[in-house]
């Protein structure tokens, strides 16, 4: 079984509809993340938790919000859907120690219409 | 802030040519460096990483050393194989600097390996 994995692989909403985007790893690591992927433009930080109390925001955090609700779970939710929230969407997972490497899950490939 | 730069793809290569994805980088601290790979369909796989000046990380054939004069942390590999066909992400992480922690990205070099 993959240690991280992501719910749903792929979907289709409409404008101003709310959805989220669940994560879950298995590999014990404390440390989550979200990231959204746009064609040309790398990837690009969302949000971030340290553990289940510890939540902050990344680069481009406007228009989402996340759930920490265990350390295994982090949940990714956009309010009201826009277009240009168009993008795959990729959760990771990581050690608290320094330079430890990031492990991604399959990504979610959302499009809002 | 934070910021990588890497070589515009697509970078087309012939089966067993040499391979090299230049890769440099700004930040603030100390950054541990990696390298990812992305497969069609699929997510980012670790290819290979360093923590600190002249290391080099190796995995799968493919090697980088991390040059902190140069500020870069170029991906080569010796004989290119079709299987190697992917887009490759130069990346870091550092703490310092009171910046996010994740890991910084550059925009990713699309390889294509033809028989």
């Known amino acids: 079984d993959a240690d991280v994995t992501q719910t749903p692989r792929n979907r289709i909403t409409k404008t101003g509809k709310r959805i989220m985007l669940e994560c879950s790893q298995t590999?014990?690591?404390?440390?989550m993340y979200w990231y959204r992927q746009d064609p040309g433009l790398g990837l690009q930080l969302i949000y971030y938790s340290f553990d289940v109390k510890d939540i902050n925001k990344g680069e481009i955090s406007d228009g989402y919000s996340v759930s920490r609700q265990a350390q295994a779970k982090f949940s990714l939710s956009l309010e009201s859907a826009i277009p240009n929230q168009t993008a795959l969407y990729f959760c990771?997972?990581?050690?608290?120690?320094?330079?430890?490497?990031?492990?991604f899950g399959p990504g979610t490939r959302l499009l809002v219409l | 802030g934070n910021s990588v730069t890497q070589m515009e793809g697509p970078v087309t290569l012939s089966e067993e040519a040499f391979l090299t994805i230049n890769c440099t980088y700004t930040?603030?601290?100390?950054?541990?460096l990696f390298w990812y790979v992305q497969y069609p369909g699929e997510g980012l796989q670790l290819l290979l990483k360093?923590?600190?000046?002249?290391d080099k990380g190796s995995n799968k054939g493919f090697e980088a050393t991390y040059r902190k004069e140069t500020t870069s942390f170029h991906l080569e590999k010796g004989s290119v194989q079709v299987s190697d066909s992917a887009v490759y992400f130069c990346a870091l992480r550092s703490y310092s600097g009171g910046g996010a922690d994740g890991l910084t990205f550059g925009k990713g070099t699309h390889l294509i390996i033809q028989p």
């Open positions: 360093a923590t600190k000046a002249d």
């Open positions: 990771a997972t990581s050690e608290t120690t320094s330079g430890a490497s990031q492990y």
């Open positions: 930040a603030t601290g100390y950054p541990s």
């Open positions: 590999k014990g690591h404390d440390r």
